[in-house]
């Protein structure tokens, strides 16, 4: 082979330039390594010289460029030696033979390349591909081949935008997408397909604005016609899946909608199903599950895939908790998770043959790592949680109790936390369960345990004192029963649920269990100590629930029988009457009076 200064000389005679073009392109074709030698001496300037010359001449340097551009020593020094500049000049104007060599260059020079695809963004190549795209764009099912100048653009194009942000809003400004989603609709190249998918999926992270604009384009349909012709390249399903499975879309209703109208969540479920035979669809099988989770997250989803029939999800969950894939035992659960989001679901649901046991085995069984136990048993205990709350279904899991409160004791908070949660929905409505529960002192001691040892994790926070107030509520107790288990020092928390105004409920439970206690101790001697007045003048502002208030209320009043000291009289009687005076609060003046004459001190 000639050495580089030979090269170069033998570039700069017309009467051979095109002789030796051939013969450069030769080389770098059969040794890519070989061109690395040809980058001094002017030879990398030359051929960019011919870039800009007659076609012929222009596309072959343009191919020698692509292929030498395939060593990364060689992208590194083409970005440098000013390449990429001639060559979006060509994307912008040259007839589709010789863009395609270009795309090409581009593509193979900015690969993995950040500064490559800076230069291309400055220099307006982004621009370039996006209108040669739209210029070009094919009226029908015409791009098969990877010589294809749809080929070269869309891989340039995909290229140029991953992992580059400023170039992805580049081509979203310059409105793309539609472009994009035309190719999606002609393309029958899977690894078109997988480019452009590729490219959209970056795109949906980049806000709400192209999240809407990608609805309203109806990927749905589009993605479930791609499944259908592309149902034997994995690449191409997974693709699809890596955008319908994007967040910021699958969130939408009017996605979720499309998703099940079009017949995505079928293929979805025939996508798991076939991977269950096949060892390397593990990806795909995962993204697939996430989706029709989420999907049928949503109630209404939920209620429309729980009625048909020739979907059956029901059915392919059970099978997927009795399976052997560990995964898909969460994915099974969870799906009947919510599906159990209503009750007249739940009700149904529980007359499947054997549900309640198989969620109480993928409870039982052993996993291969710490991750996916608590995946797979959260998945569990959150469906056991939903059904409890079926008043139809309690009887059902009644008799897994002990399990159940075996996981309130465990060392994963996640599993501690979807368990303290079961055992509360079990446990309302049932006053047998709540009596039997609170006078089981080791299990309440454990409870306010749990307070202080997960004091980060906000679910056990929130859910272990909504499960004492409901054992206060539910139960039948007598005063030593309450006695002792104020004794365990449960108080604190209920007072703490009266204090959660964003949440109105948990107060009115807290009030109530408080209301509970008085009237089973015959008198609130014990909770003046605990300071419930405080926490009563607490809720009493204006911006307080109305019902929180009347409970709040009827506790001071309630409270007022056992107040033994004038000073704490005085101090709630005037605060009352402040209330009164600033809010106009008529039910608050009355009850300071009314206390007033209960209680003359002397």
């Given at each position: 082979m000639p050495d580089p200064q030979t090269h170069n000389q033998l570039l700069r005679r017309p009467s051979i330039i095109d002789q030796h073009l051939s013969t450069l392109l030769q080389t770098v074709s059969i040794e890519v390594e070989a061109g690395s030698e040809l980058l001094t001496d002017g030879i990398i300037?030359?051929?960019?010289?011919?870039?800009s010359t007659t076609s012929g001449r222009a596309e072959q340097a343009a191919e020698i460029i692509a292929e030498m551009a395939k060593s990364e020593d060689n992208r590194i020094i083409m970005v440098q030696q000013a390449v990429i500049p001639p060559l979006v000049a060509m994307v912008h104007n040259s007839a589709p033979r010789v863009l395609r060599q270009a795309c090409r260059a581009m593509g193979n020079i900015c690969f993995e390349s950040t500064s490559g695809r800076d230069i291309v963004l400055s220099e307006g190549g982004v621009n370039a591909l996006v209108n040669r795209l739209n210029e070009l764009m094919p009226e029908e099912a015409t791009v098969t081949s990877q010589n294809d100048v749809h080929y070269m653009l869309c891989g340039s194009l995909h290229t140029i935008c991953m992992d580059h942000e400023e170039v992805q809003k580049e081509a979203i400004k310059l409105k793309s997408l539609p472009i994009l989603v035309e190719y999606l609709k002609h393309s029958t190249d899977g690894t078109v397909l997988r480019f452009v998918l590729n490219i959209i999926a970056a795109f949906l992270d980049h806000g709400e604005e192209i999240t809407e604009a990608a609805i309203q384009l109806n990927l749905a349909p589009i993605a479930s016609d791609i499944l259908k012709t592309q149902k034997d390249?994995?690449?191409?399903?997974?693709?699809?899946?890596?955008?319908l499975g994007n967040?910021?879309?699958?969130e939408k209703p009017l996605i979720q909608m499309q998703l099940y109208q079009s017949g995505v969540l079928n293929q979805i479920v025939e996508i798991i199903n076939t991977s269950l035979d096949e060892t390397d669809t593990?990806?795909?099988?995962?993204?697939?599950?996430?989706i029709l989770v989420l999907v049928v997250s949503h109630d209404g989803i939920a209620q429309l895939v729980f009625e048909d029939t020739a979907l059956d999800l029901t059915k392919e969950a059970m099978d997927w908790m009795k399976g052997y894939q560990e995964h898909l035992k969460g994915t099974g659960a969870l799906v009947i998770g919510n599906l159990a989001t209503s009750d007249l679901r739940s009700s149904l649901l529980v007359d499947t043959p054997d549900l309640v046991e198989t969620l109480?085995?993928?409870?039982a069984c052993d996993y291969t790592s710490d991750e996916m136990l608590v995946k797979v048993k959260h998945a569990a205990l959150s469906a056991l949680r939903n059904l409890s709350i079926c008043e139809v279904a309690k009887p059902r899991i009644r008799p897994h109790l002990e399990t159940l409160l075996g996981y309130v004791s465990c060392d994963m908070p996640m599993l501690v936390f979807k368990s303290v949660g079961c055992v509360r929905c079990l446990t309302r409505g049932d006053s047998e369960i709540a009596t039997e529960l609170a006078v089981n002192l080791t299990l309440l001691q454990t409870l306010v345990g749990l307070v202080d040892k997960y004091k980060y994790h906000n679910g056990i926070q929130g859910e272990v004192p909504r499960l004492i107030s409901t054992l206060i509520v539910e139960g039948k107790h007598n005063p030593q029963t309450i006695t002792q288990m104020i004794e365990c020092k449960i108080m604190p928390l209920?007072?703490?649920m009266t204090t959660t105004k964003e949440f109105p409920q948990i107060q009115v439970e807290g009030w109530l269990a408080i209301q509970k206690i008085i009237h089973t101790q015959g008198d609130g001697s014990s909770l003046v100590s605990e300071k419930v007045l405080k926490f009563c003048e607490g809720s009493?502002?204006?911006d307080t629930n109305p019902n929180v208030r009347i409970l709040a209320l009827n506790i001071i009043r309630l409270l007022s029988s056992s107040i033994t000291k004038e000073e704490d009289l005085h101090e709630i009687t005037e605060h009352l009457n402040r209330l009164a005076v600033s809010n106009a609060d008529l039910p608050a003046k009355q009850l300071a009076t009314e206390i007033k004459q209960s209680k003359p001190f002397n």
């Open positions: 300037e030359r051929l960019a010289e011919l870039l390249d994995d690449t191409v399903k997974e693709a699809v899946l890596d955008v967040f910021n879309l699958l593990a990806a795909i099988e995962r993204i697939a599950s996430e109480f085995k993928v409870l209920i007072l703490q009493l502002t204006d």
